[in-house]
């Protein structure tokens, strides 16, 4: 074999560190909602681009449309997303956040923001140097 060690290589180590982070959050809202990571990226994108169509949301969080139209059926069941016809494609359905998931999505937000600072207080002085190197995915993260 080469010289190849997969715990050097940056793809893999980007991949296990976004899978950790991604559980360790995922955790917190579940604990709190119930929500998946599905959920979760189905409201945060809802609450950030406003009423979206599944294949919008598909094209934003870089998750398959069968899963973004499961996770809006469950949204829509617990409250929390409400699905109307497209205004301009009958073909499409548009999903929105009720009053409720507005609300839930006030208190994820909070959450988000208390995590992200905890990890960048792990970071330490370390911080500034990882946010400038993932500044170099800029094109690759939207």
């Known amino acids: 074999m080469d010289d190849f060690d997969l715990d050097d290589f940056l793809p893999f180590r980007l991949a296990v560190l976004a899978g950790q982070v ?45 899963r973004v139209s499961r996770a809006a059926s469950r949204l829509e069941a617990s409250g929390h997303v409400r699905k109307e016809e497209h205004p301009t494609d009958g073909r499409l359905v548009r999903l929105s956040l009720t009053p409720s998931g507005e609300a839930m999505m006030t208190e994820l937000s909070a959450m988000a923001d208390a995590y992200q600072s905890e990890l960048l207080a792990r970071l330490g002085d370390r911080a500034e140097a990882f946010s400038a190197g993932l500044s170099l995915l800029g094109d690759a993260m939207g």
Not at 39 to 50: D, F, I, M, S, T
Request: glycine residues 6%; without cysteine; charged residues 30%.
């Open 22 to 66: 991604s559980r360790e959050f995922s955790a917190r809202y579940h604990e709190r909602f119930g929500i998946g990571r599905q959920e979760w990226r189905v409201v945060a994108h809802l609450a950030n681009a406003g009423p979206s169509s599944v294949r919008e949301i598909h094209q934003q969080v870089d998750m398959d449309k069968s």
